[in-house]
Each structure stands twice: as structure tokens, then as C-alpha cells.
């Protein structure tokens, strides 16, 4: 028995080995590609100081932070106010040396002036720092090395059914028929268990939260500036979207304030950017039904008066936004079931539901949920 499982695990290794390695190389081939990308005829060695220059390793002052420390040069899945590599170089390259320099070691924010106040570079280190900054512009930010992804996990677990199935029935290589049992059982098991699971996800997005083209902070404005969300979102309470503000609508502040406390200029100038440009801000859309379902802002929150943290959760906490809830027709059905119709002092539930509005009015009735008003109605959401 003992030779027969040690058979069987080569054998799965083998095959094991040789996947992984193949979704290694072809997950990696794209970077590779990037890092061999060369420019012009700039020299290794000033790349290289460059480099270190940016990342800290060569001291260029008392006490400084070194660059990588707050503009980030790899992918990251936290928030940053500050601009990435990345960021830097796309804003910088169509300065010439002496704005670069300039910038760097005469900032006029007052965020940019702490941070670099004991900065010291010579005209060669600058250069040098602005040749790496040019190859992040080409290659872009590097990208952390993939664990085995759940689709990788997901065809291990085929290969290890087929080869068990197969020595089963043709190969017989081991003789012990309870270890392929086991081994098709366990299989089986975790296939189906990621099926199951993947298939209830489908076209959810729970917790997304995407970085945005402009770093902005619903906390910065709802909570420490007081802006109500109807100035921003003015169509919440009357249309089926709450509308995303133009570039306009943030100009009635931004016109005067051009400094923000985190961020500094850096973000704010994007929308004087898109301003003058003409250009709409491609912000990435986070809360999405799918195209079967309808949903209107204006029954919710304009005639059922729901508040906003009740589908957003406490947006007015959230540096970078997400999404709070699983947005699954479960979800809405459960809010439908139980939350209670507020009919007093309400002309559209008064004028549209009269017999219910007297009932409750002459106590007949305690209170009536959305669910009893037709909320669990397939038609109402699906037409």
C-alpha cells in the first residue's frame, strides 16, 4: 500500500510541478518584456544611482524620507495620498531640467516643503533620478509575484481527478482501489465546493474598492468639510441615479481652495487639469447591478427617505470608497421584509396607498413593510 501512495503522489507532483511552472512563466513573460525595455542610451550606472537615489540608498540629507517611501514603485492594494512613481513621472515629463529640479528642491505646497526641507541632490543626482523616473513611465509600476491563483488551485484538482480516475480504469499502476476513492472523493468535494462558490459570487463585487483616477475622500468632504451629499450627487432624490458631479460642480470650492491636507496641490491640480482640457474625469463606477435589474434613487431615497449609509454603509468614514454590501437580491428582499413604510407625512404613500394611510391612521394597523406593499413583486425589479 505504502509504494502504491508513493507512486500515485509522484505522479500528481509531476504534473503539478509542470502546471505551476507553465502558469508561472506565462504570468511573468509580460514582465520580463518590461524590464529589458531600455532608454535610448542613458548609461546602466546613472540607472542604477538613480535608482538608488529614489529608494534611499544613497543619503542625500539629514534625516530624509526616502522617495520610495511615499510614492510607492510597485502595484499596491492600499490607500496612498501620495502620487505613485508613477504618478511623478507623467505629471514631470514635459518639464525641463531646471522646473524638475526646481520642484524638487524648491516646492511651494507646504505638504512638499516639510517633507523635502533637508533634501540635498547636485544637478547629477537630479538627472540620475529623473532616468529612473523615465523608465517607470515606460514600464510602469512592477507588479507583486502571483500566488497560485483559486483557477490554479481549480485545475490542479481536475488533473489530480483524471489521473486518479485514470489509473483507476485503464493504467492500474496502484492496486490499493481505496486511496483513488478517497483521493476522487476529496477531489470531487473541493471542485464542487469552488463551483458553488464561485457561482453565487457571479456578478458580485462586495468590498471593491478600485483606486480612482483622482484621490478623493468622501471623510475629507462629508465629515471634516460638511458638504451634504445632495451638493455633490443633486439628482438623488429625483432620477434613478444619483448622478456623478461634473468637473464644474467641484470648481465652486476648487476655485479657491488649492491645497488639500493630505494630498497637497498634487490631486486637486488633476481637476484644473481636466478643467482646462475639457475633459470628464473617468472615475470607476463601484456599486453595479446587473443590467436585468432596475433600481431608482429617487423611490428609495427621495419618496422612501432611506439615508445613504443604509446601501453605502458609512461613506462619510471612507478615505477610499467601497462597496459595503453584497448588493445580492437576498439582501434587498431581507431590507424589503422588514423595513417599515413611513406613511405619516408622506403625499405619495398618502395619495397612493389611501386605505392603508387610513388604516394607520385609525389604528387599525400598527405599520406595513415594504414587502406587504408589493416589494417582493418579481415585475416591480425585473421587466
Not at 340 to 347: A, H, L, P, R, T
Amino acid at each position: 500500500m505504502k509504494r502504491d501512495i508513493l507512486k500515485f503522489l509522484k505522479t500528481a507532483t509531476v504534473f503539478t510541478i509542470i502546471f505551476t511552472c507553465s502558469f508561472y512563466i506565462s504570468a511573468n513573460n509580460g514582465d520580463e518584456d518590461k524590464e529589458h525595455h531600455t532608454q535610448g542610451k542613458i548609461s546602466p550606472d546613472d540607472l542604477k544611482v538613480g535608482e538608488r537615489l529614489f529608494h534611499g540608498l544613497i543619503i542625500t540629507g539629514d534625516n530624509t524620507s526616502n522617495c520610495a517611501s511615499c510614492h510607492n514603485t510597485a502595484v499596491i492594494d492600499t490607500f496612498n495620498w501620495n502620487p505613485s512613481a508613477l504618478d511623478l513621472a507623467l505629471s514631470t515629463e514635459n518639464m525641463d531640467s531646471a522646473s524638475f529640479a526646481n520642484t524638487l528642491l524648491n516646492p511651494v505646497t507646504k505638504r512638499i516643503s516639510e517633507v523635502h526641507e533637508n533634501v540635498k541632490l547636485d544637478a547629477q543626482q537630479i538627472v540620475q533620478i529623473r532616468y529612473y523616473l523615465d523608465t517607470i513611465k515606460t514600464s510602469g509600476l512592477k507588479e507583486h509575484k502571483r500566488l497560485v491563483s483559486r483557477l490554479a488551485f481549480f485545475i490542479i484538482l481536475i488533473i489530480i481527478l483524471l489521473a486518479a480516475v485514470t489509473d483507476l480504469a485503464f493504467t492500474k499502476k496502484i492496486k490499493f482501489k481505496p486511496l483513488h476513492g478517497t483521493i476522487i472523493l476529496l477531489a470531487l468535494v473541493f471542485i464542487f465546493k469552488i463551483i458553488y462558490e464561485d457561482a453565487v459570487a457571479l456578478g458580485r463585487s462586495q468590498d471593491y474598492a478600485p483606486l480612482q483616477p483622482i484621490k478623493f475622500s468622501h471623510k475629507v468632504h462629508a465629515t471634516d468639510n460638511k458638504i451634504d451629499c445632495i451638493y455633490c450627487h443633486h439628482t438623488v432624490e429625483t432620477a434613478k441615479s444619483a448622478g456623478i458631479p461634473s468637473t464644474n460642480v467641484c470648481m465652486n470650492c476648487h476655485e479657491l481652495v488649492r491645497e488639500g491636507t493630505y494630498s497637497g496641490r498634487f490631486e486637486i491640480q488633476k481637476i484644473l487639469t481636466h478643467m482646462e482640457k475639457e475633459e470628464a474625469v473617468r472615475w470607476i463606477r463601484i456599486h453595479k447591478l446587473p443590467d436585468h435589474v432596475f433600481f431608482s434613487h429617487a423611490q428609495h431615497a427621495g419618496v422612501g427617505k432611506l439615508d445613504c449609509s443604509e446601501c453605502h454603509g458609512k461613506v462619510e468614514d471612507m478615505h477610499l470608497l467601497k462597496q459595503v454590501e453584497d448588493l445580492s437580491m437576498g439582501w434587498c428582499l431581507d431590507c424589503h421584509r422588514s423595513k417599515k413604510v413611513n406613511f405619516i407625512g408622506n403625499e405619495y404613500y398618502e395619495k397612493t396607498f389611501e386605505d392603508f394611510h387610513e388604516k394607520i391612521k385609525n389604528n387599525e394597523i400598527d405599520s406595513l413593510t415594504v414587502a406587504e406593499l408589493g416589494g417582493e413583486n418579481c415585475m416591480k425589479c425585473h421587466y
